[in-house]
């Protein structure tokens, strides 16, 4: 069992759909962290937040939406997605961001189809 | 960023100890060197990190070479369970800590 919880674990989706990802830890972490991974290949980083404020992008295309409502939730906003875009969504934790020697925590995932 | 290069795959046979390398030449002197893995479908799990000294914990051990250039994480008695991707990643001021994984290697536990 992880501490990081993401759901829902797979997601099905139209071209022409939205959809929200969600993430959720309680483990009093500030900095929060969404990933892609595609199959066979590493995880990817998408963006970095630090105290609800969305501090890295790394140049993710706007069809992906990150929010983060509280420090313990955040959520990614699918819209327009491409099938190019199924892959694995990884979310993650950390005491904050910047800390070389902090570990992160990471949920479980989820595996999103695009139809 | 400085980089890592680590085998593809390797095999171990369940309750030999396993040795894990990895090569990071371009290390700086503040860079930490830590360990994640990825067993099938899971997210990446922590393993253990270092800056310059070994570290023990109960998961693994990590022996870092003297000059840093290199480091080995070890597992002592590999079980079917421990069959995963391993990624041996450095955390710089560079990339703000964040992580920058690579390819890993992956472990096979043969029975």
């Known amino acids: 069992d992880t501490e990081v919880t993401q759901t829902p674990k797979h997601l099905v989706m139209g071209m022409t759909n939205k959809k929200s990802l969600k993430c959720e830890q309680h483990?009093?972490?500030?900095?929060m962290y969404w990933y892609k991974q595609k199959a066979k290949k590493p995880p990817e980083l998408m963006f970095v937040y630090s105290y609800e404020k969305l501090s890295i992008n790394e140049s993710v295309p706007s069809r992906f939406s990150p929010e983060c409502p509280n420090s313990s939730l955040l959520n990614l906003h699918l819209h327009a997605l491409q099938p190019e875009d199924s892959a694995l969504y990884l979310c993650a934790s950390s005491h904050r961001t910047g800390s070389m020697n902090q570990p992160q925590h990471f949920g479980d995932g989820t595996r999103l189809s695009i139809l | 960023d400085a980089k890592t290069t680590q085998p593809n795959s390797m095999e171990s046979n369940e309750e030999e100890p396993v040795h894990l390398p990895c090569n990071h030449s371009t290390i700086s002197g503040t860079d930490y060197i830590h360990w994640y893995r990825q067993l099938p479908s899971q997210g990446p799990e922590y393993v253990i990190h270092?800056?310059?000294s070994n570290v023990n914990n109960r998961m693994a051990s990590l022996a870092i070479a003297e000059d840093r250039k290199s480091s080995t994480l070890i597992l002592h008695r590999a079980t079917l369970r421990d069959a995963a991707v391993y990624y041996c990643i450095l955390r710089s001021g560079g990339s703000q800590g964040n992580l920058i994984f690579g390819k890993g290697t992956k472990l096979s536990v043969k029975p």
């Open positions: 270092g800056l310059t």
């Open positions: 483990m009093g972490h500030r900095a």
